[in-house]
């Protein structure tokens, strides 16, 4: 047994008899099922188990459970959905890409009722699947369903602003224009598994609402939960404008991406127009280069972090380790926006760090589905010993642990570790750890903080803890390496009516309501030298 593994864990998963009634999953209910052309297939060929880490003991003995089963779908049947894409956007001129944007409002609506409707059973498979506390799920459904809602507000909202009439001269001369909005095309979506649901639908909605198809990657953890919405989009979309596609990403992703058609002097494209990627630098490569014409992708990319927190002398030590235990070690610290190292002043880094591991301290292990919980198990089989890894690196380098029994746990739930004086050389101190650790390293002046962030491959967000006299220089100069900087705040994605962008490797535009409906689409302008003669023009018929 590793020196890490300690049997009191184990006697935190129930017995398979001891799990509630109203959180159990019928494996027979999640079969192996797809969407393509407007149909619900039920896979015919070769499946794969979706068993959860949220695991079950008989005496010592530890068993994944059984949810439901996964369709490995072929090339072939990927295939399927680019030719339906095709169809459906028939560049340009399909019958949803055509349709009024009235009418699209319409079918999200429809659709975000149908979610609304299932949110309890997505809840529960998110809960098993990915191990998320049932709470959470629950508000992981319940944001993505105000998320749609408030996607169409803003639509509209800028759909009055395109409506008004841009005035402007050149040569002395007047012009007339306005500007509309039109899709990209066929947009491939894949969600990562943190946030299977909401990262899934807050691309996947506003491709839409623009007039975009879409083929969409389920998460190999949250698949289930995804497929319960196959129905969904069946009924709420024309055939072939969504295609949800399970099995390996190995397989399926390159069918999609190399798929090719002709431009007008025979020469092949791409046929998808969009990659919206939420995952790994490493895994957006890998996708990109199957691509025949990358200089005709447009890319929504939201990838690696590794956020940084300054505490600076005159912060306030309780309020910011009360939220820095939060932000980093929120849903296991599985969180791109969670902070990945926290930076503190010497002169009060034993003073936070006995405040955090107190905090720690006092976080409650267990099942997803109890009461209370704040760590839970983690979905992928390597994790733990991934984590402790990083921190047997950092400990054999001089690190601490601080907290007591940090980094100790079984299977698939562990106690955070609290590391202390993290220093250069150390893994922790640059990698990105996605999991129960928090590295926390002392710094003299905040130059060192401004060297390790401007030298640092990541750009999404910092946090800054203290007085605005003493932070405010700080504050201007995180600005221009990350794409969000939080006063006296945790790093964080919402509210969602804020853009949510990133800088150098970790993202590539912006999501968010208004940006998100901005990045799946184009402007087209449309002018004339007189007002009468555009209103002519782009009025709509009577009949």
């Known amino acids: 047994m590793s020196a890490w593994n300690d049997d009191a864990f184990i006697s935190m998963f129930p017995e398979a008899q001891a799990v509630p009634a109203g959180v159990r999953v019928d494996p027979a209910a999640h079969g192996a099922r797809w969407l393509v052309d407007g149909e619900v297939r039920t896979s015919g060929g070769p499946t794969r188990e979706v068993r959860s880490r949220v695991a079950t003991r008989q005496g010592t003995t530890l068993s994944t459970t059984l949810l439901g089963h996964e369709a490995q779908l072929t090339a072939d049947d990927a295939k399927l959905a680019v030719a339906a894409a095709q169809r459906a956007w028939n560049d340009g001129e399909g019958e949803w890409p055509s349709a009024h944007v009235e009418a699209r409002i319409a079918a999200v609506k429809r659709f975000a009722a149908a979610v609304e409707a299932k949110a309890d059973e997505i809840a ?88 975009n198809v879409v083929i969409a990657k389920t998460p190999r953890f949250g698949v289930l939960a995804n497929l319960v919405l196959l129905e969904a989009f069946r009924d709420a979309f024309p055939k072939g404008v969504v295609s949800l596609l399970p099995g390996d990403g190995r397989v399926v992703i390159p069918a999609v991406m190399s798929a090719t058609e002709q431009d007008v002097a025979g020469n092949p494209t791409g046929v998808v127009h969009v990659l919206a990627f939420i995952g790994s630098e490493g895994a957006a490569n890998a996708i990109m280069r199957s691509h025949p014409t990358p200089i ?74 109890e009461d209370g919980v704040n760590i839970s198990p983690l979905p992928e089989e390597p994790k733990l010993d991934w984590m402790r890894a990083l921190v047997d690196d950092a400990v054999g380098k001089g690190a601490k642990v601080l907290n007591a029994g940090g980094g100790r746990g079984a299977f698939s739930i562990m106690r955070p570790a609290v590391v202390g004086e ?77 853009g949510f962008s990133a800088a150098d490797k970790s993202g590539f535009g912006t999501l968010s309501l208004k940006e998100a409906l901005l990045a799946f689409s184009r402007p087209v302008l449309v002018q004339a030298r007189e007002q009468a003669v555009l209103d002519a023009f782009l009025s709509r018929p009577t009949t």
Request: glycine share 8%; aromatic share 8%.
């Open 124 to 211: 529960t498979l998110l809960m098993w699947e990915i191990g998320k506390p049932r709470a959470s799920s629950r508000d992981e459904v319940t944001r993505s369903v105000d998320y749609i809602r408030n996607t169409i507000v803003e639509l509209e909202r800028l759909r009055e602003a395109d409506l008004g009439v841009q005035t402007g001269t050149a040569g002395g001369k007047h012009h007339f224009a306005r500007t509309h909005r039109r899709a990209l095309g066929v947009v491939l979506c894949v969600a990562p598994f943190n946030y299977p649901v909401n990262e899934f639908l807050t691309t996947v909605i506003p491709a839409l609402l623009m007039g």
């Open 296 to 369: 005709t992708l447009h890319k929504i990319l939201g990838l690696g972090a590794k956020n940084a927190a300054v505490v600076l002398p005159d912060a306030d030590l309780d309020a910011a380790a009360a939220a820095l235990v939060k932000g980093s070690l929120g849903f296991n610290g599985q969180r791109c926006t969670a902070e990945k190292i926290v930076f503190a002043h010497r002169s009060v880094f034993d003073a936070l760090a006995a405040k955090m591991v107190a905090r720690v301290d006092a976080l409650v292990l267990g099942m997803p589905w």
């Open 422 to 498: 993290v220093k250069a050389g150390m893994k922790l101190f640059h990698e990105e750890q996605f999991g129960p650790v928090v590295p926390l390293a002392a710094f003299d002046d905040a130059e060192e903080v401004v060297r390790w962030q401007r030298r640092s491959p990541f750009g999404q967000q910092a946090a800054v803890w203290g007085q605005p006299q003493n932070a405010r220089a700080l504050v201007r100069r995180f600005t221009r390496f990350v794409a969000r900087v939080n006063l006296n705040d945790v790093c964080q994605r919402g509210p969602d009516s804020f």
